[in-house]
């Protein structure tokens, strides 16, 4: 029985050296619960014995059909050896297909404020703007007589 795009993904880091728990993450697995599904994997016998097969040099198969070593698939996510500033290397290892999902998507989360910064105001600033406007009209109390104003 084949290995579903995940617990290959896993196998293959697993057989190029990684940790259980970074093997999972690469993998694409959530972080909630990420302990839990790792001893859950690594319990699998099938996982076990594909882990054996591709650390004695076997291909791995990755979600796109094509045969690639788990060598290859891992360190082809590379970083570049120089960016401009942080952004620009937050928003290189969101765009890059072939690095690990968690780290795409923390990528992205870090990048989100930087790219779209957040409204000026908020609901405060904008109820104090709607209780002056209604404060006006018809309806608005007459200022007081000058000689009951408070002098200063």
Known sequence: MALNGKMQAYAAARAQGLRP?????????????????????????????????????????????????????????????????????????????DAPKSLRYQAAKDALPYCHPRKEGGKKDEARERAKKAAGGKFQTAARPSHLRAVN
């Open 21 to 97: 728990l970074d093997a999972a993450a690469h993998a694409g697995y959530s972080g909630s619960g990420i302990k839990v599904t790792t001893s859950r994997i690594e319990a699998r016998s099938d996982v076990q014995a594909e882990i054996k097969r591709l650390k004695r040099g076997g291909k791995s198969v990755d979600e796109s059909g094509g045969k690639r070593s788990a060598e290859e698939r891992l360190d082809k996510w590379g970083m570049k050896d120089r960016y401009s500033n942080p952004l620009d290397l937050m928003l290189d290892v969101m765009n890059n297909p």
